[in-house]
């Protein structure tokens, strides 16, 4: 059984950076592309970035281009979020989740129903 475990996330100032890490366990991590969300409450769930299983493909959501940058290293079984310049807008409880399916590489799968394992979420706080 796959399970996915976040850390990293903490309070910050405006303009500040953290960096997010979720490792997973289970087999075969390297075939799946994963993906990093965030929620507030009231809200639903919204895409940050999407990474995909062979490395060579990220994409994000239209709030974070340019601010954050996704990555894993496959040798370490983890996933990370790196936040740069952070807004009190990003303030959120930041989920990452791992594919549905295998092998699965589409730029375009990025809503929530695309993953089917989560963690148990990070809260970050952007405030001065």
């Known amino acids: 059984q796959v399970q996915l475990v976040e850390s990293g996330g903490g309070l910050v100032e405006p303009g500040g950076s953290l960096r997010l890490s979720c490792v997973v366990s289970g087999p075969s991590f390297s075939s799946y592309s994963m993906g990093w969300f965030r929620q507030v409450p009231g809200k639903e769930r919204e895409f940050v970035a999407r990474v995909s299983w062979y490395e060579g493909d990220v994409v994000y959501g239209d709030s974070v281009k340019g601010r954050f940058t996704a990555s894993r290293d496959n040798a370490k079984n983890t996933v990370y979020l790196q936040m740069s310049h952070l807004k009190p807008e990003d303030t959120a409880v930041y989920y990452c989740?791992?594919?549905?399916?295998?092998?699965?590489?589409?730029?375009?799968?990025?809503?929530?129903?695309?993953?089917?394992?989560w963690g148990q979420g990070t809260q970050v706080t952007v405030s001065s």
């Open positions: 989740a791992r594919d549905r399916w295998t092998f699965r590489g589409s730029s375009f799968l990025t809503g929530p129903e695309d993953f089917g394992s």
